[in-house]
């Protein structure tokens, strides 16, 4: 074919230009798009699972605490029997508060109730089971407490309960010397008739109840009732102090006229 295509051209006879070349379906290529650098590092949405946690509500648990546990129930009961609430003492009680805890002063409930004279208050920490010898910061407990402030009736309880009347206060002294001093006669009447109190204790001054009766006193009425009380209750009338004074030389000295005629009436000297 070549050969007669430059035959023709060569005779001048007007060549006929080939048919283009169409490539057939057999050999068509299409171009496949070419992914763009973007498409290629942009990577593909991860789906994220939501996923729905409902809580189920927890019921609070009832705990009871324990007596170590309680701090707040025995102030709570320290301070409602300092104010005399016997209603909201027993309330506390109820509720597991400590009998015999203690407060910044060493007192108890019973003798922060002592203190106002509160005797309900005081009756109902007693039956409750509270220790009626436990002393405080100042060594003073109910019995020794009342005894000297003129608390008759809490004296009386806390005898009933278990008071033991041997116990001393901060100056050494049982609840019958400072009860002589003021002038308690109620108090010193019970103390003599009702307990096992020793007439004859001396004190860290070296006084016996006789001896406050006269050198702490005014000698007037009812300091003469007491000394007459103790003296027929066995004080020796003749037990001097720390400086040998006798009883009979201090109320000669302080113009007790009265306790001086007393006290000579069974022989002191």
Not at 215 to 236: W, Y
Request: hydrophobic letters at 40%; glycine letters at 8%; charged letters at 20%.
């Amino acid at each position: 074919m070549l050969g007669a295509l430059l035959s023709a051209s060569a005779c001048g006879v007007p060549s006929t230009p080939p048919p283009a070349l169409v490539p057939t379906s057999a050999t068509r290529v299409v171009p496949t798009p070419r992914a763009t650098v973007a498409q290629v590092f942009t990577a593909a949405p991860t789906l994220t699972a939501t996923r729905v946690i409902t809580a189920t509500p927890r019921a609070t648990p009832t705990v009871t605490p324990t007596r170590k546990e309680q701090p707040e129930l025995s102030a709570e009961l320290i301070t409602a029997a300092a104010r005399g609430d016997t209603t909201r003492v027993l309330e506390l009680i109820a509720d597991g508060a400590p009998l015999n805890a203690r407060d910044e002063r060493g007192r108890t409930a019973v003798m922060a109730a002592t203190h106002g004279n509160h005797v309900e208050t005081v009756r109902a920490l007693l039956n409750a089971g509270a220790d009626v010898n436990l002393r405080d910061a100042r060594s003073d407990n109910p019995f020794l407490y009342a005894g000297a402030e003129g608390y008759l009736e809490i004296l009386k309880l806390a005898y009933a309960a278990g008071a033991d009347p041997q116990l001393t206060n901060r100056f050494g002294g049982t609840a019958l010397i400072p009860a002589c001093e003021r002038g308690h006669v109620e108090v010193v009447r019970y103390l003599l008739n009702e307990t096992t109190m020793n007439v004859n204790h001396v004190n860290n001054l070296g006084w016996t109840c006789l001896l406050e009766a006269i050198i702490l006193s005014d000698g007037g009425a009812r300091h003469q009732e007491i000394v007459k009380m103790v003296i027929e209750h066995g004080a020796d009338v003749n037990l001097a102090d720390k400086d040998g004074v006798t009883p009979l030389e201090h109320a000669k000295r302080s113009g007790f006229r009265e306790i001086q005629a007393l006290l000579e009436a069974v022989g002191a000297r």
